[in-house]
C-alpha cells in the first residue's frame, strides 16, 4: 500500500514512518502536494558468491607490473 505525507509529518514522524516502510508499505513524502521522496523497505542484499572467476584467470593475472604500469598507479 502507498501512503502519501507531506514533509511537515515526514520530520515530525520519520522514526514511525521508517518503521513503516520496514515494515513493506511505500511511503511518498510530498511537498506542496507534488512527490518528492519515498520511503520504501530495503531488500537483503544477496549473499557474494566466493571463487566466481575461478578458471577464468590467466597466469599473466599474476604476473608483475611494468615499472611504467606501477608508476601511474603511485
Do not use: Y
Amino acid at each position: 500500500m502507498t501512503r502519501l505525507v507531506g514533509v511537515h509529518e515526514a520530520k515530525t514522524h520519520l522514526s514511525r514512518l521508517i518503521n513503516e516502510a520496514s515494515a513493506g508499505e511505500e511511503i511518498i513524502v510530498t511537498r506542496g502536494g507534488v512527490p518528492v521522496a519515498k520511503l520504501t523497505p530495503l531488500r537483503p542484499a544477496a549473499e557474494r558468491q566466493v571463487g566466481f572467476v575461478k578458471g577464468r584467470l590467466t597466469p599473466a593475472f599474476f604476473e608483475c607490473l611494468a615499472e611504467e604500469d606501477l608508476a601511474a598507479w603511485e
